[in-house]
């Protein structure tokens, strides 16, 4: 592992997001970057990752990129690779971050599957029509951090199960730790539900951040959605009537 840090602010907020379920945390973390003034203090690397990278405006993105916004104090986490089956080692590195900076508080944003278990097909369809998950739910080990949220109006997780970096950290962490839980009706990225995380974190932080761009987005993907399910559906008919036809 290569752990990087260029500047060490000293007793920030950490907050972090891997991907997962909905890449609600990427998104999440991603869009504070672009609407938080930041600057790039470091990166984590792993050996055992994909040699895989991101460019985004002629620009390579780091895999793992650790960024500071002075203004609130606030270091992001930014993953835009999956640390699949090294999830103890990526926690290790954000909880030694953590301790390098003497960090007060630790936010992790993760994607949860919708209670009740749909079919594919029917929850693509509550994606598209704005219902696949209204749900932000938290767990926290901290009083303060308990108040915090639920002074935003955010419900506790009652029962759960949470697996990757975030059940790592929550199984490992002794700092103030709160893990934000965004509903999803489906694996694919829910940029809604990453709003309802944006909106929390504003709620409990102050950072005048406004979620309708992502919004926006989401709507934008939507109705792709509803134009390729379209297509599917016209596509399923043709064939269909060419089967009949076959066998008439």
């Not at 930014?78 to 960090?103: F, M, Q, R, Y």
């Not at 016209?234 to 269909?240: I, L, P």
Request: proline share 5%; aromatic share 6%.
């Amino acid at each position: 592992m290569e752990l990087t840090l260029t500047k060490k602010p000293k007793n920030p907020i950490v907050i972090e997001g891997f991907p997962g379920f909905g890449l609600v945390g990427t998104i999440a973390t991603e869009f504070l970057l672009e609407h938080l003034q930041t600057e790039h203090i470091g990166h984590i690397w792993f050996e055992e990752m994909p040699a895989t990278v991101a460019i985004h405006k002629n620009k390579l993105i780091d895999p793992i990129s650790i960024n500071y916004n002075k203004k609130h104090n606030i270091v992001i986490i930014h993953a835009v690779t999956n640390p699949v089956g090294i999830e103890w080692k990526a926690a290790d590195a954000v909880l030694e971050i953590c301790e390098k900076l003497g960090t007060k508080q630790l936010i992790t944003i993760e994607g949860v599957g919708t209670a009740i278990p749909q079919p594919k097909e029917e929850a693509l369809k509550k994606v598209i029509d704005g219902k696949g998950g209204k749900g932000v739910f938290y767990y926290a080990n901290d009083t303060t951090l308990k108040k915090q949220l639920d002074k935003a109006k955010v419900a506790p997780l009652g029962e759960g199960i949470i697996v990757g970096v975030t059940s790592s950290i929550l199984l490992k962490t002794k700092i103030p730790t709160a893990a934000i839980f965004a509903e999803t009706a489906i694996g694919l990225p829910d940029s809604k539900a990453a709003a309802r995380v944006i909106e929390v974190l504003d709620k409990m932080f102050g950072l005048g951040v406004d979620p309708k761009p992502l919004i926006k987005q989401a709507e934008q993907f939507e109705e792709k959605l509803k134009s390729l399910m379209a297509q599917v559906q016209t596509a399923s008919k043709d064939t269909e009537k060419k089967q009949v036809g076959y066998i008439g």
